[in-house]
């Protein structure tokens, strides 16, 4: 079956320091892979997203890269700001198919 | 930018009782979902639905749950006799057709089972 497995939080940084949420997934077929954001009080936003292998995810600074030979597809940003605080969902939906797998969601805190 | 739309925020209800949450989906979008997220852990699927029907459902969707889109606009969740452990917050989505394009999700509404 599909799975998402992502690092675990919270991961606490320092505004502008350089950020890394580990993400990886199983999955049968050819999956597009999602980052969805979830600022406090508020629903889940989609960040990015990659379709295919090799793509590369882009928004607000933050990107990720579909690779097929290691299944990952971890999200980074240069420089993060206090905004940026909020969790972090990876996830992934097959082909042909309508649903989505979530990973547990990793929290990001921000400090200035 | 449309948006899925989501109410109540939060809903307190004694166990026992029967609760509707309520959706309003993106207006051209074609397929909804109704996601959960209990406290500290993961978004859980629990139901998809396309075309009048359910389309696929988790384990979790069992005979006391079920979904309704009784209008052109409104998506419902129908939780009957209400337990502790369904406190969680509802995410309800919807997408367009297209393949592979992503999730649209609300705010979510907060169930407090009492």
């Known amino acids: 079956g599909n799975s998402v497995t992502q690092m675990e939080g919270p991961v606490t940084l320092s505004e502008e320091a350089f950020l890394t949420i580990n993400c990886t997934y199983t999955a049968t077929g050819y999956p597009s892979l999602f980052w969805y954001v979830q600022y406090p009080g508020e629903g889940l936003q989609l960040l990015l997203k990659?379709?295919?292998?090799?793509d590369k995810g882009s928004n607000k600074g933050f990107e990720a890269t579909y690779r097929k030979e290691t299944t990952s597809f971890h999200l980074e940003k240069g420089s993060v700001q206090v905004s940026d605080s909020a969790v972090y969902f990876c996830a992934l939906r097959n082909s042909g198919y309508s649903t989505l797998t979530f990973g547990k969601g990793t929290m990001l805190l921000v400090s200035p | 930018e449309p948006e899925v739309t989501q109410t109540p925020s939060h809903q307190v209800t004694q166990m026992g009782q029967e609760v509707i949450l309520r959706c309003v989906p993106i207006?051209?979008?074609?397929?909804f979902y109704w996601y959960r997220q209990i406290l500290g852990q993961k978004v859980e699927f629990l139901v998809s639905?396309?075309?009048?029907?359910?389309?696929?459902k988790s384990e979790i969707f069992d005979d006391q749950f079920s979904v309704e889109r009784p209008d052109g606009s409104n998506f419902t969740l129908k939780i009957r006799s209400t337990k502790l452990e369904d406190s969680a917050m509802y995410f309800c989505a919807s997408s367009d057709p297209e393949k592979n394009s992503p999730l649209h999700f609300g705010n979510g509404t907060r169930l407090t089972v009492t």
């Open positions: 639905f396309y075309n009048n029907e359910i389309s696929e």
């Open positions: 207006s051209n979008h074609l397929y």
């Open positions: 990659a379709t295919k292998a090799d």
